[in-house]
């Protein structure tokens, strides 16, 4: 067990809702990562907090967006979805926030757009 | 832009053999080197990390790598596979000059037949 905590496992919803991922990161953890797997990208790194603030984002849609409250938790929202966005979705953390930081992996948020 | 390879998509091995899985990273200064392993329906978990020192670095469940900086490697080796070790393993990498991220290469998936 990471100490990661994503939820929820599962989600299934059709193309151009919008839904919200949640992430609890280890405790004493203050980096938050997200990223993106799917069969044909792989791992993609798509956003970063530490500490509430924003500190590196990668390969994040513009539909989607994140935020990091003061009790450290993390949200993903993806919206006006595309059946291209159903991919295995990862919350890391981290105790610091540099890419020294060994992450540690939540079990992930399986999405499927229909 | 930086980039990492792990040429062998899928490896066979026999329970009991050596396992070597490869991983090249394209970077001009000694990056930070990671190996993780994903179980199916799991998150990732970090098996080893390489910062500095030791080239030969040793990690959980009887895994090691070893830095060689000629050839941008970081290979992971175990002497002798288990067939709980059947899973997928990614290397990634993190460079300061490519901000607070690791990059991933596209994993490699590991069978082991007894």
């Known amino acids: 067990d990471s100490g990661v905590t994503q939820t929820p496992k599962h989600l299934i919803t059709a193309t151009g809702q919008r839904v919200t991922l949640r992430c609890s990161p280890r405790s004493g953890d203050l980096s938050v990562y997200w990223y993106q797997q799917s069969l044909d990208q792989g791992l993609q790194f798509l956003i970063q907090?530490?500490?509430?603030?924003?500190?590196a984002k990668g390969n994040i849609l513009e539909r989607f967006s994140a935020q990091q409250f003061p009790d450290l938790h993390s949200e993903l929202n993806l919206s006006s979805l595309e059946l291209g966005d159903s991919a295995l979705y990862f919350c890391?953390?981290?105790?610091?926030?540099?890419?020294?930081?060994?992450?540690?992996f939540g079990n992930g948020t399986r999405l499927t757009v229909t | 832009a930086q980039s990492v390879t792990q040429p062998d998509i899928h490896i066979t091995v026999s329970e009991g053999a050596s396992l070597e899985l490869r991983c090249n990273y394209s970077?001009?200064?000694?990056?930070?080197l990671f190996w993780y392993v994903q179980s199916p329906g799991q998150g990732l978990q970090l098996l080893l990390k390489y910062f500095s020192g030791d080239t030969l670095v040793q990690g959980i469940k009887g895994f090691e790598a070893e830095f060689k900086r000629s050839q941008s490697s970081f290979n992971l080796r175990k002497p002798s596979v288990h067939w709980s070790d059947a899973a997928e393993y990614f290397c990634?990498?993190?460079?300061?000059?490519?901000?607070?991220?690791?990059?991933f290469g596209a994993g490699t998936i590991l069978r082991v037949k007894s």
């Open positions: 970077y001009g200064a000694t990056p930070y």
């Open positions: 890391a953390s981290s105790a610091g926030g540099s890419q020294g930081s060994p992450l540690h």
């Open positions: 907090y530490y500490n509430g603030e924003e500190r």
């Open positions: 990634a990498v993190g460079a300061p000059e490519y901000g607070n991220k690791l990059v």
